[in-house]
Every structure is written in C-alpha cells, then in structure tokens.
C-alpha cells in the first residue's frame, strides 16, 4: 500500500514558473506525472517514480508560484491531491483517505484552492486552504462533476450534470453551495471565475453550444452561440470580463471571443474541419491562446488577439498529436502540453512553450517514449514569474570605471610616496661659507618635473544575490597611460586608457563582456598640511551580453558612456623622520547612460530594452600611513591603509521592457540593486624610487574590500619614467 505523504525535493529557491501534470513511461510501467520547471527545459518530476500506474489530472498554479495537484495513486487506488510549495515541496492534503481520483483542481492568488473528483464511484468536492485544511463542500446526487473554479475572494463555481440536466453553482468560502438553477438538458463541461464574482460556465444544451455568464445574485445572461450541433469544452474569462470559448461545431474546431459587451465573434469557421479546440486560455489583456487537433491527426495551436484576430502557431504543429492543455500568462507567454505519436507508433509526451511571436520552444526530457497512448501531458499552468526578472550587465559598466579610479589613486600614492621626507642620498650642494668648521647641509635636488606612466590593473569583484539581481562576478582587466607634470605646488596631468570587463551572472543565467574606452584629466594640490586630488573621467563602452533562460540564449550588443568626477582631501601628519600619517575622506560618483537595445535569438523571448541611466556613489574615508628606506640606489617607500567604504547606488530602477513582437503587456525587469554596500577595506602599496631618473620607477599596489555581500579583490603595477 502506498502513501506519499511529504516530498522534501527542491527545486532552487527560484519560484515555479510552471507545472505540467500527466503520466510518464518508464521501462514497463507508466507513473504519475508532476514536473515543475524553472530556467530549465528539463522540469524535474516532483513525485519521482513514486506512483506506478498513477495519474496527474489536473495542476494549477498562481502568480506567487505556489501550486495545487490533483489525480490517483494508481494501483494502490487511492486518490491524490497536494500543495506544491514555490520552490518545488509537496504536502499531500489526503493520504489514503479516499478510494477514486482527483479531476480537477483550481488555485487561487491567496493560496486557496479547490479540487473534485470520485471518492468510491461518488462525486467529491472539498476546498483547501493555503496551510492544507480541507473544507468538504456537501454535494447534491451528481450524476457528474466536471470542472470547478476559484475567484481571490474565495468564491467558487462547479459545473456538471445531473442525469441529464445541466447544473452549475456558487459555493462560498465556507462551502455552502448556491444552486445556479440551469434548466437544460445537457451538460457544464467548464467553469471559470473572475476576480470581481463574475462567473461563466460552457457545455451543450441538448445537441447546441451552450455558454453564459453567471452573476453572484444567481441571474444567468445567455451567450449567443451556434445553432449547429456541437459542444463548448474549454471556457476562460478575464477580470475585464472578456470570455473564450473552445470546443466544436458539426465535426470542425470551434473557438468563440465574447467582448465584454457580450458579443460573440465566431473565430474559426471551417478554418479546421474535422477537429476541435479541446482548452483555452486567456490573459488580463484580452490576449488568448488556443489548442486541441485537426481533422488530419495534426495538433492544432493558434494566438488570438483582443480584437479577434487568430495566428496559427504552426510550429507547434505535430503529426498524430493533439494538444490536451494550454495556458499563457499575462505578459503573452504560452504553454502547451499533450503527446504525439512518432512513425513507429510510440507515444511520446510533448509540451512547449509559445512565445508571443508564435515562436515555440519544447521542454525535453518529459518521458521515455511509451507503445500505448496512456502517456500524456494532461494539463498545463503557467505563472507570471516566467518571464526574466533581471537583465544584465547591471552596473558592471560602473565597476569597470571604479577600478580604473583605483588605478589613478595608486598613481597617486607614489606621487605622494615620494615627498615623505628627501633623501639624504641624494646629491649635495655645499653653502658657500668661508668657514672650515660649518656644518655642510644636504639640498635636496629639484624633482624631476614630468612623469610618463603605465599602469596595468586587475580588478576582481563578487556580489551576492540582491532584491532581484542574482548573484554575479566581475573580472575587470586593464591598463592606464598617464603623463603628469609638476607646477609649483599643483601636479597637472592626463590619462586614457583600455579596460575589459567579464561579467558572469551566477544560475546559468549568462554573462556580459563590456570593453570601456577611458580618459580622464587631473590635478593634485599638494602643502604641508593638506593635499587635494581632483579628476574628471569620461569614456564610452560597449557590451555584449548573453542571457539564458530555459536553456534559450539572447543576445545583445549595445554601448553606452560613463562620466565620473574623483575628489579627495588629505591632511599628512608628521610623526617621525621617514613615517606620516595621513587621514583622508575620498569620493567618486559614477554616472552611467546606457543606450537602449533589442535581444535577438530564435526563441521569440527577446526584450526590447529602453536606455537606462543609473549611477553610484562611492564615499571612503580612512587612515594611510607612510614609511621610507633609503639605500644608495635610492628609495624605497612603502604605504598601508583602512579604510570604511560605503557605496551608495541612486537612479536604480525597473525597466519596463516587452517581447519582441509581443501581443502582450509590458512587464518590469530589474537592472541593479538598490542596496547600499557597507565595506570595510585596507591596502598595501610599495614603490622603488631609483637616484638615477634615467632608469624608470616601479610600484605594486594591492586592494581590498569586503563586506557581507560584496567582495573586491584589486591589484596593480606601475612602471613610470621621471624626466
């Protein structure tokens, strides 16, 4: 005897994003089917191999990602139904408690749900609410129960039929159900609700298409439908109170759009002969997506617009197939599932997801092929949380221009480095005094008033997972040439340089290489008691980026440019010959403009991105402290600092983005964080400082800042030439 009771495998902490439910083919047995997937065309199976001979029904799933399933344990006989958590946990609500199966199943928002089904060859109903209690709903002698709905108020509606009358009814939070009195000979075959109360309901009367409206003071208004034979199979309704209809007409597929006036327009006419629309679904923005087969033993699937234009998607055309489930999410996204039989008579199961373009990606790995026609996919949910959540390079461009920053601040350093205290080796001149027995007093010679650089520079930075930005890493290479030239008291000079950026979004999300043209023009004010550094960066860069989701690829090129002014106030302290300490407060506000671009890709789930502007302010204050070796080859100065760093980012925003070719709404996407990072920093610096100027300076400078969510790994080398 078999007892599932509670399945602890996870998927990530990624939200569902969507279920299919069914059976799938093992070796010599078919077992119950639960996939749920997230950035993967491989769903993983929820219940593993735990249900031989069992059956997934019917799944649903809200816009939190949580999800409700209902169906049988198989050859144990018992009926089956459980919560399905957003990261892929199941509770069972039932245990071995009923003999028979769960049929169908329907989620609200909140979490609240309802199922129905056979409890021993007798109709069953009962809601659940989010934390698993079952509130069983007394039920009339139905002949059956065929389909029920949830509204986020908690209202319910079920449809079926008793003996050979229609029936449908409201059922309230507490389970009391309210008789809808339909006095049709015929059948309810599918039921939908809306978030405002307003019900629908589809089956026959008699031989017809029966649809209609159903009000929560129990008035129902007809839908003008065909007078030919046929049967509505599928209804849906959105909270604009716009209604499709699928099913058939006199043997061709039949599909209806009701506008919220209550006219029908037919959507198909003979447009599929011999075969029928077997479910529909619809999105908050009127934008639907149909499917069932043809006449042919082809799989019919097409798009239908608010406006009552249809698209066949003939990409997901597959022969001996028939598609049993469809649902498309607000932002126009599709997912469809059913099976096809290949040329040796083998069912496989087959499920795909539609973009808003009609193009189709199928999810792999749903089954082994089975010989019998008991393998399928059966039903179908899709959240919202599909679509992205993040698109890249975030502010990789910004990091790229700080570690340019550091490397000018390293320069720096060795101009200071080298007026800590004068050299006694350097050369003497002799005051002129006639007297033998004056002491002789070393001059310090005239520096050296032009300094040509290079500094290449490396830059590794981590960041964790923030708000919705995952997890990503930066590897930031590059080298800066700089000329300066002594004034005075002033340092006047310039620098440009080249830096590359490799950007690697954790998750199998993808990455982004960034290439940034630099230049900047500074200053450096240097007395006795204080210095000033001042600079002005400005450069442009261009990306490319690569982002994955269910193993899909899209790719963008775009450019952008970087403006960032650097100011720094330094107060030296004179502690002993040869070591100072110098307290300094140091700023950079990097602003970032990023021109907008479009993905490209075959899948149909390309973005179209608006320019973005967004920048960060990066604040340090801390403690350096100098110390100088002399030998006779000349000086050796060495530097530390700590330092507390805190970045803050401004402008960080959603983009409002959409598909490419959508027929859908816009939808935000997030493009950095807004967390501001506290970290605390030291950094050892040592420079060589030859007497003869003719042979060049060397100075290596290492770097880093920590802090809980962020790491920053820098290091540098400079190679100058004084003349």
């Known amino acids: 005897m078999l007892t599932l009771g509670f399945i602890t495998q996870s998927l990530h902490a990624l939200p ?5 439910g069914g059976t799938t083919y093992n070796g010599a047995l078919y077992y119950s089917y639960c996939g749920a997937f997230n950035a993967s065309t491989s769903p993983v199976n929820l219940l593993g191999e735990s249900q031989q001979n069992g059956y997934i029904a019917s799944v649903a799933l809200n816009t939190l990602g949580a999800g409700l399933i209902g169906g049988s344990t198989g050859t144990s006989g018992y009926a089956y139904a459980a919560l399905v958590s957003s990261n892929g946990q199941l509770t069972s609500l039932l245990g071995n408690s009923m003999t028979g199966t769960i049929s169908g199943v329907a989620l609200n928002d909140f979490g609240n749900g309802i199922f129905y089904g056979e409890n021993t060859s007798t109709n069953y109903a009962s809601l659940v609410s989010s934390s698993g209690n079952l509130t069983n709903i007394a039920l009339l002698d139905l002949t059956s129960l065929n389909s029920v709905a949830i509204s986020n108020t908690g209202t319910s509606l079920l449809g079926g039929y008793i003996v050979t009358t229609s029936y449908a009814a409201f059922a309230d939070p507490l389970g009391n ?36 409206f159903a009000e929560s003071n129990r008035t129902l208004t007809p839908i003008t439908l065909s007078t030919a034979p046929g049967h509505i199979l599928s209804v849906a309704l959105n909270d604009s109170n716009t209604a499709l209809l699928g099913g058939y007409l006199q043997n061709d597929a039949y599909a209806v759009l009701v506008h919220a006036n209550g006219t029908a327009t037919d959507l198909l006419g003979s447009s599929v002969p011999g075969g029928s629309v077997d479910s529909v679904a619809l999105n908050p923005s009127g934008f639907g997506l149909i499917g069932g087969h043809d006449g042919n033993g082809y799989s019919y699937v097409a798009h239908v617009f608010p406006d009552g234009t249809v698209s066949p998607v003939t990409s997901a055309t597959i022969a001996q197939a028939g598609i049993s489930s469809v649902a498309i999410n607000a932002f126009g996204v599709g997912l469809i599932g059913g099976a096809w039989q ?6 496989h199961n087959y499920a795909a997801l539609v973009a808003p373009n009609g193009a189709v990606t199928m999810l792999q790995n749903l089954s082994v092929p089975a010989p019998t026609s008991n393998a399928r996919i059966s039903s179908v949910a899709l959240a919202d949380a599909i679509v992205p959540r993040a698109t890249g390079p975030f502010t990789s461009a910004i990091y790229t221009q700080l570690a340019a920053s550091a490397s ?3 320069h720096f350093l060795q101009t200071r480095a080298k007026t800590v205290n004068p050299s006694p080796q350097s050369s003497i001149a002799l005051m002129a005094s006639r007297n033998p027995c004056q002491t002789l007093k070393p001059i310090p010679p005239k520096s050296p008033a032009n300094v040509l650089w290079a500094v290449p520079l490396f830059n590794y930075i981590h960041i964790q997972a923030q708000e919705q930005i995952p997890s990503y890493t930066n590897q930031v290479g590059g080298v800066l040439i700089g000329y300066d030239r002594q004034v005075d008291s002033f340092v006047l000079g310039a620098a440009f340089g080249y830096a590359f950026n490799y950007a690697h979004y954790a998750q199998q999300l993808g990455h982004a290489k960034v290439q940034e043209e630099l230049g900047c023009l500074f200053s450096i004010y240097q007395h006795r008691i204080m210095r000033i550094n001042a600079a002005i960066w400005g450069g442009g860069y261009q990306l490319k980026n690569e982002r994955h989701a269910l193993s899909i690829t899209s790719k963008a090129d775009a450019h952008g440019w970087i403006l960032s002014p ?5 107060f030296p302290i004179s502690i ?12 950079d506000w990097v ?6 671009f479009t993905e490209t890709g075959a899948s149909g789930f390309n973005l179209v991105m608006p320019s973005q502007y967004n920048s960060l302010l990066q604040s340090e204050i801390g403690l350096r402290m100098y110390e100088q070796a002399v030998v006779d080859s000349g000086l050796f100065s060495f530097e530390q600092k700590l330092c507390y760093t805190n970045q803050a980012p401004f402008h960080i925003q959603s983009a409002s983005t959409f598909f490419v070719a959508g027929a859908a709404s816009a939808f935000p996407v997030a493009t950095g964080s807004t967390k501001i990072q506290n970290l605390g920093g030291f950094q050892l610096f040592s420079a060589y400082f030859p007497n003869n100027i003719t042979y060049p300076y060397v100075a290596l400078m290492g770097e880093a800042l920590l802090g809980s969510s962020y790491q920053s790994y820098f290091v540098n080398f400079e190679l100058g030439k004084r003349f």
């Open 342 to 347: 290949d040329n040796a008579s083998m069912v």
């Open 177 to 212: 159900l309210e008789n809808l009195g339909i006095e049709i000979q015929g059948a309810i075959s599918s039921v939908a609700i809306n978030s405002n109360g307003l019900g629908l309901i589809g089956g026959y009367n008699v031989t017809t298409p029966y649809a209609a």
């Open 576 to 587: 002993k010959n040869h070591f100072k300490l110098e307290p300094f407060a140091m700023f």
């Open 408 to 410: 000018l601040n390293s």
């Open 566 to 570: 650097h100011l720094e106030f330094a």
């Open 591 to 596: 602003n970032n403009w990023q021109a907008s």
């Open 16 to 20: 569902i994003e969507g279920l299919l």
